[in-house]
């Protein structure tokens, strides 16, 4: 009499690690819109690069995905806390960061660049001497700033969020600043940016690591995995390509 409860025992557990398997995997991004990696849509809905290659990855690993926004200070905390399983949005892979969480493959990179007034002559870094320059914090832009161009002259003021950034430039509260340049050629397409330019691009240096991965818990081994595979299939089937060329105007993907 106690096979069948034990069977039925076994099936219930093998039922529910089933389903927890099936559980969506929850995809860390920024909570402050970041155009065209991610912003949302007309619907509400979170949208752009990134949000259409993480479903994408998900998809190549035959599992569903849930955008979670979260506060860019706390996204590294909010992973190691367990109420995200990846972080998607455009976090370079870097020795400090590697520290305290793990990465996937680089699927795509982008430099720094410098954007002020088209009638502004700028002489990168030794032009600076002066200026005021804005920079997102805990980001690439802000390490390279720190450990390059604290002796250029230039006065360095982070910002939370990148749009705050963007807005002190138009203002004039800022003479220049170091973005992403792929967001940067964005927000030149504003019709109120029509007076900015991008003045020159960071060189390759160690701040800004190997370029952008995932970012998940330290030893995940085997979500790394997968994602690293989904990964490839994604950039070699054209999929990450195409999404770069709609969102981007150019291609990114890092290939092998």
Same mark, same amino acid.
């Given at each position: 009499?106690?096979?069948?409860?034990?069977?039925?025992?076994?099936?219930?557990?093998?039922?529910? =690690? +089933?389903?927890? @398997?099936?559980?969506?995997?929850?995809?860390?991004?920024?909570?402050?819109?970041?155009?065209?990696?991610?912003?949302?849509?007309?619907?509400? /809905?979170?949208?752009?690069?990134?949000?259409?290659?993480? =479903?994408?990855?998900?998809?190549?690993?035959?599992?569903?995905? *849930?955008?979670?926004? +979260?506060?860019?200070?706390?996204? %590294?905390?909010?992973?190691?806390?367990?109420?995200? /399983?990846?972080?998607?949005?455009?976090?370079? %892979?870097?020795?400090?960061?590697?520290?305290?969480?793990?990465? +996937?493959?680089?699927?795509?990179?982008?430099p720094g660049?410098?954007?002020?007034?088209?009638?502004?002559? !700028?002489?990168?870094?030794?032009? !600076?001497?002066? !200026?005021?320059?804005?920079v997102q914090?805990?980001?690439?832009?802000?390490?390279?700033?720190?450990?390059?161009?604290?002796?250029?002259?230039?006065?360095?003021?982070?910002?939370?969020? @990148?749009?705050?950034?963007?807005?002190? !430039?138009?203002?004039?509260?800022?003479?220049?600043?170091? @973005? *992403?340049?792929?967001?940067?050629?964005?927000?030149? *397409?504003?019709?109120?940016?029509?007076?900015?330019?991008?003045?020159?691009t960071a060189?390759? =240096?160690? @701040?800004?690591?190997?370029?952008?991965? %995932?970012?998940?818990?330290?030893?995940?081994?085997?979500?790394?995995?997968?994602?690293?595979?989904?990964?490839?299939?994604?950039?070699?089937?054209?999929?990450?390509?195409?999404?770069?060329?709609?969102?981007?105007? +150019?291609?990114?993907?890092?290939?092998?």
């Amino acid at each position: 009499m106690k096979f069948p409860m034990m069977i039925t025992a076994v099936t219930a557990l093998a039922l529910g =690690h +089933t389903a927890q @398997a099936a559980e969506p995997l929850k995809v860390g991004i920024s909570g402050e819109p970041y155009p065209p990696f991610t912003y949302k849509a007309a619907s509400g /809905d979170w949208t752009g690069f990134e949000v259409e290659l993480a =479903h994408a990855f998900c998809d190549a690993m035959g599992r569903e995905c *849930d955008i979670v926004p +979260t506060g860019w200070s706390g996204i %590294i905390p909010s992973l190691n806390a367990g109420r995200i /399983d990846m972080i998607m949005n455009s976090m370079s %892979i870097t020795e400090q960061r590697q520290q305290v969480i793990d990465f +996937t493959r680089p699927y795509y990179f982008t430099p720094g660049a410098y954007v002020a007034a088209i009638n502004a002559t !700028l002489d990168i870094p030794e032009g !600076l001497d002066g !200026l005021t320059m804005g920079v997102q914090g805990a980001t690439t832009n802000a390490t390279y700033a720190r450990r390059e161009l604290r002796d250029s002259g230039v006065d360095i003021r982070l910002y939370n969020q @990148a749009e705050q950034v963007n807005n002190d !430039l138009l203002s004039g509260r800022l003479d220049v600043i170091l @973005a *992403d340049e792929i967001a940067m050629l964005q927000f030149l *397409d504003r019709d109120e940016a029509e007076g900015f330019e991008i003045k020159a691009t960071a060189p390759r =240096h160690e @701040a800004y690591g190997a370029g952008i991965g %995932i970012g998940l818990r330290q030893a995940d081994d085997e979500l790394g995995e997968a994602l690293n595979t989904a990964i490839a299939t994604v950039i070699e089937e054209g999929t990450c390509a195409s999404l770069s060329e709609r969102y981007l105007g +150019t291609d990114v993907c890092v290939y092998d």
